[in-house]
């Protein structure tokens, strides 16, 4: 079982939509957890951090439950822009090891 | 400002080969990992080093070394490339605050 599971997608969904993702981690120890966004032949980059009493950022939203270990991204008001593979990461906060989920894939039709 | 340089973009090799693909940041971070990226697989963490002199293995080691004499440098090598290895790699300069900045990735062809 890989540590960080996440659903691949694609999620297909028209400009406006409200679209939700989850992953799930298997280290109960996992300290700290980020999602990354990933454009086609191109570098990850970082969306936003994870914080245990959940955190917002313009149209994304992130939540983490650790009690059921997993976490969440929400994106409202889907834009074209949007259309990328969203990375779910977690780290043990001592080596700063991350280990990164398949990534879910999410096309932003017109 | 450079951040992560990591070099060559494309590499294309034969079985049997040695290469380095080379890493370096300019951020003063002291963790740096490397990784590989297949298809429906996402990243793998192939090594990892936590400071100058100090290195581990992640979850795919076998067939790379790493080594870390400097906070700035992180090369990695293939010891005898296999196509097993065909994949995109990526490095990866990790903040205090658990922030990864990657490079640019090495496309790698083994034939």
């Known amino acids: 079982r890989k540590e960080v599971e996440q659903d691949p997608g694609p999620f297909n969904v028209p400009e406006g939509a409200t679209v939700a993702f989850n992953c799930t981690y298997s280290?109960?120890?996992?300290?700290?957890f980020f999602w990354y966004r990933q454009d086609c032949r191109k570098e990850p980059k970082l969306l936003m951090s994870v914080y245990s009493s959940g955190n917002e950022d313009g149209r994304f939203t992130a939540q983490l439950n650790r009690a059921s270990q997993y976490i969440s991204l929400l994106i409202r008001d889907s834009k074209l822009s949007d259309s990328a593979t969203y990375l779910c990461v977690a780290s043990m906060d001592s080596s700063y090891k991350l280990i990164f989920g398949s990534g879910t894939r999410l096309l932003v039709r017109p | 400002n450079a951040g992560v340089t990591q070099t060559p973009k494309f590499q294309v090799l034969k079985t049997g080969q040695s290469m380095t693909l080379q890493c370096a940041q300019d951020m003063n971070h002291e963790y740096m990992s490397w990784y590989r990226q297949d298809p429906g697989m996402g990243l793998r963490l192939i090594h990892y080093s936590v400071g100058a002199g100090i290195t581990d293995q992640g979850e795919v080691p076998n067939g790379y070394n790493v080594s870390r004499s400097t906070t700035e440098d992180f090369p990695l090598r293939l010891l005898s490339a296999a196509p097993s290895q065909t994949s995109v790699y990526f490095c990866a300069s990790i903040s205090v605050g658990g922030e990864a900045f990657f490079g640019q990735g090495t496309r790698l062809t083994v034939v």
């Open positions: 280290n109960s120890a996992s300290q700290s």
